[in-house]
């Protein structure tokens, strides 16, 4: 069985650093696109970054310049480096990996979420 696990969520200062891990395991071919979403209290989910299998890359407007996202495809990993964190990056991190298993099959999942919160 396919899963994935987040880890880096914390509570930070205003300008402070958080670097976010997404792991996928169990029988998997590869990862195709992969992405970071959040989701702050009585807001949608939004987008936050993403990152295609030859490591095109994708921002939203308030990630740009502050945030990067990157794959190890040994490891099966995705990363968000979050840098100059604001109040206003308070949310729930989720990860979302479309993935080839090694049945041929696409699979997308969704990772249980990591909270990051940030206190100014």
């Known amino acids: 069985q396919v899963q994935l696990v987040e880890s880096g969520g914390g509570l930070v200062q205003n300008g402070e650093s958080l670097r976010l891990s997404c792991a996928a395991s169990?029988?998997?071919?590869?990862?195709?696109?992969a992405g970071w979403y959040r989701q702050a209290p009585g807001k949608q989910r939004e987008l936050v970054a993403s990152i295609t299998s030859d490591d095109n890359t994708n921002y939203a407007d308030s990630a740009k310049g502050r945030f990067t996202i990157s794959r190890d495809n040994a490891k099966k990993r995705v990363y968000l480096q979050m840098n100059s964190l604001k109040a206003e990056d308070t949310a729930v991190y989720y990860c979302?990996?479309?993935?080839?298993?090694?049945?041929?099959?696409?699979?997308?999942?969704w990772g249980q979420g990591t909270q990051v919160t940030v206190s100014s």
């Open positions: 979302n990996v479309d993935l080839t298993d090694r049945t041929f099959s696409r699979q997308v999942l």
């Open positions: 169990g029988s998997i071919l590869r990862i195709n696109v």
